[in-house]
């Protein structure tokens, strides 16, 4: 079975030195020769499932290798386990949202979808064109490069290169976490983000979301993991239920109610290894998942979008036509078992897509034989169809690719063949995009947009995003 290992970089200063991967995935993960890095990646093992079972679905890093992993049938018992209830989140400061005049070619809020489109609220289409900026899945507890430079003038890049939104990682823990947990994820000694002393970090996206949407970007949030720097198999792990996992989801939605460049959830990161797509199974049963969270969200907000991301490689069908999955790329059987929302028009399909650069940087290339293909690149696109395509062809759903990115050619040239393929395909089907990633220690991905100075725009990557970027929809800025 086909996985991926998210790794996150932390900061990384001068002549700092490298910090080995773990043991369990040094055998899965290389570094780039030329470029230093300090990561950690952790494999959560199939946790008890939220409606009580005792019996415990596992599977370790070395099993997620397997082409078919073992499934336990939950037993279920009568008293589910105890679990340490969060840190209530504090409250907002009350932002004051003001009606937006109507521009010509400029989106009008809230967002909502229409066949496989997204729309404004006057039914036009909205082309989202986006980046990831990660830290708050992290140790840092922030978005990172707070340490670098103030976050205003890292907004304002990031609109001046013609990005209209931001997908923004976070893990549950950084919903609760009080301000100690940020350490040095920002440095004040600049004389920049002063607004953040003493803040907690959901208080610092609070000033994130606010200014972004002065300056005209929207956001996405994505609950990447629960704890910092893992990737958990399915929505809920030991010590985290789903009933905390939805009562997170909530939480946000209100806080956020007001605030209108907000525009969606992102539910859950590249469900994995023992996610299944409509096979029933309240365990492990994505879509049913993914339907509970949403629409217990649309209770509280009907405002927002709710994206959901595929499945890894299905072990309950054994008639998918497609093997060799990427975690999230899976949405093969979206189209038979929809998610079914009690608010229409808000449902977005979001898989992610990645190339032989990250496979042969985690050095997974065996396990995804069809980048290695001899009709690589042109075997993509029909790949592509397959896996999420169809469901934009037959007007099922918006897609909206949340991650995708690479070393690209400068690293490994059947990377750029990759990118040559993926970058025309979106565009023509005008899907929209978030690229991973805006980090410059993205290590899978080679870099992000930045350089290591955090300022620096990487041309190359850029110029190969201007097709797409071109695209994007005009934001209006709030007052």
């Not at 985290?240 to 992102?266: C, F, H, T």
Request: charged share 20%; glycine share 8%.
């Amino acid at each position: 079975m086909v996985f991926r290992d998210k790794v996150y970089g932390s900061k990384i200063r001068p002549n700092q030195v490298c910090k080995k991967p773990t043991k369990t995935m040094r055998s899965h993960i290389s570094t780039l020769p030329t470029t230093p890095q300090r990561f950690l990646v952790t494999q959560i093992e199939a946790p008890q499932n939220p409606f009580a079972i005792e019996s415990v679905l596992t599977s370790s890093a070395s099993s997620t290798m397997s082409s078919s992993p073992a499934i336990v049938t939950p037993t279920p018992i009568l008293e589910p386990t105890p679990v340490t209830q969060p840190t209530p989140i504090p409250e907002p400061t009350p932002v004051v949202t003001q009606p937006i005049a109507a521009a010509t070619g400029v989106l009008q809020y809230p967002l909502s979808t229409k066949g496989n489109q997204i729309v404004d609220a006057n039914g036009q289409p909205v082309q989202l064109a986006g980046v990831n900026w990660y830290g708050m899945n992290t140790n840092d507890y922030v978005p990172q490069g707070l340490w670098a430079r103030d976050y205003k003038s890292m907004l304002s890049q990031i609109k001046g290169l013609g990005f209209n939104l931001i997908r923004v990682p976070f893990s549950y823990d950084s919903v609760y976490a009080g301000p100690e947990r940020i350490n040095d994820g920002i440095n004040y000694w600049l004389g920049a983000n002063e607004e953040f002393r003493g803040k907690r970090p959901i208080e610092v996206l609070d000033l994130i979301v606010q200014e972004a949407g002065r300056q005209g970007l929207m956001i996405v949030l994505e609950n990447h993991n629960f704890q910092a720097d893992t990737q958990p198999q399915l929505w809920y792990q030991d010590g985290y239920s789903e009933g905390m996992w939805i009562d997170m989801w909530k939480k946000l939605a209100q806080r956020y109610a007001n605030q209108p460049n907000v525009i969606g959830a992102d539910l859950k990161n590249e469900p994995n290894t023992t996610a299944t797509w409509g096979n029933g199974d309240l365990a492990t049963d994505w879509r049913l998942a993914a339907e509970r969270a949403g629409n217990e969200v649309l209770s509280v907000n009907p405002k927002w979008l709710i994206i959901v991301e595929g499945v890894g490689e299905d072990p309950s069908d054994p008639n998918t036509s497609q093997k060799r999955y990427w975690w999230g790329q899976n949405l093969e059987r979206a189209g038979q078992f929809p998610v079914r929302l009690n608010l229409p028009n808000r449902l977005v399909y979001s898989p992610h897509d990645y190339g032989p650069g990250n496979a042969r940087t985690l050095r997974v290339e065996e396990f995804i034989p069809y980048l290695n293909d001899p009709t690589f690149p042109n075997n993509l696109e029909p790949r592509w169809d397959t896996a999420f395509g169809y469901l934009h062809d037959q007007n099922i759903a918006p897609i909206f690719m949340g991650e995708f990115g690479g070393p690209g050619p400068a690293y490994y040239d059947r990377d750029g063949l990759w990118q040559d393929k993926l970058i025309p395909y979106l565009d023509r089907k005008d899907m929209s995009w978030a690229y991973w990633a805006w980090n410059p220690q993205s290590y899978e991905s080679g870099g992000g947009i930045l350089g290591w100075d955090w300022q620096t725009v990487r041309t190359d990557r850029h110029d190969m995003l201007k097709p797409l970027i071109e695209e994007a929809t005009p934001v209006p800025k709030l007052p």
